[in-house]
């Protein structure tokens, strides 16, 4: 089956200007995730989506980020304005959606690299 | 807050030689741990779960409550096991968190 695909794979831009992250997940996966990775650290969820409501964005510095998946498949994530220390991998990731005693495999995209000068 | 401390940034063996990769986690609740791993120039993947009690690629795991553990073992490390390791807890809603990750390289 195809994996998650995210676009771009790079992105330079300067602090203050805006860029969007594409991710579209597997099929038939409720669940969607966005994760940042600063360089020499792991993955920290940003947000959590099931279907199109958004169930944990808690991580989310809302006052530059936001995201949207408004028909519970593809998402965008964006980010205005940028910072020098948003440099780093976005990941998308996705799974089915967890049932009672189970325990949800997320299936991860090839990530972003953006780089903030 | 649910933690995840790996403390080892990096761990170089020998091909034939065991492999311990250490991940220490704190959670108030029945924890749910996973071991993920990327190769190069790969995507982020499962590698094995506790839940599971399996074996892959001759990995295994055991979660140890007392210690607030669950080490990746190996008895014997291939160069093809090569990459980055990360253990992550999983807490409510599906949500992972991430430790630093370890890097192994295996020398031959």
């Known amino acids: 089956e195809a994996g998650v695909a995210q676009s771009p794979r790079y992105k330079i831009i300067e602090k203050r200007q805006s860029v969007a992250f594409w991710c579209n997940p597997i099929?038939?996966?409720?669940?969607l995730y966005w994760y940042q990775q600063i360089l020499g650290q792991g993955p920290k969820l940003l947000i959590q989506?099931?279907?199109?409501?958004?169930?944990?964005d808690s991580q989310l510095p809302k006052d530059r980020f936001s995201a949207e998946r408004l028909k519970g498949v593809d998402s965008t994530l964006k980010i205005q304005p940028a910072k020098l220390e948003d440099s780093a991998v976005y990941l998308c990731?996705?799974?089915?959606?967890?049932?009672?005693?189970?325990?949800?495999?997320?299936?991860f995209g090839p990530g972003t690299r953006l780089t903030v000068l | 807050a649910q933690r995840v401390t790996q403390p080892e940034k990096l761990l170089s063996v020998f091909k034939g030689a065991p492999v311990e990769l250490k991940c220490n986690y704190s959670?108030?609740?029945?924890?749910?741990l996973f071991w993920y791993v990327q190769y190069s120039r790969q995507r982020l993947q499962l590698l094995l779960r506790?839940?599971s009690r399996e074996s892959i690629k001759g990995f295994t795991a055991d979660l140890n409550k007392g210690e607030t553990s669950f080490h990746l073992k190996k008895p014997f490390a291939q160069e093809e096991d090569s990459a980055m390791y990360y253990c992550?807890?999983?807490?409510?809603?599906?949500?992972?968190?991430f430790g630093a990750g370890t890097i192994l390289r295996v020398k031959s």
């Open positions: 990731a996705s799974s089915l959606a967890r049932t009672s005693g189970s325990v949800g495999e997320q299936f």
């Open positions: 099929s038939g996966h409720a669940t």
């Open positions: 989506f099931q279907n199109n409501g958004v169930v944990d």
């Open positions: 959670y108030s609740g029945s924890p749910e």
């Open positions: 506790h839940i």
């Open positions: 992550a807890l999983q807490e409510y809603g599906n949500k992972l968190v």
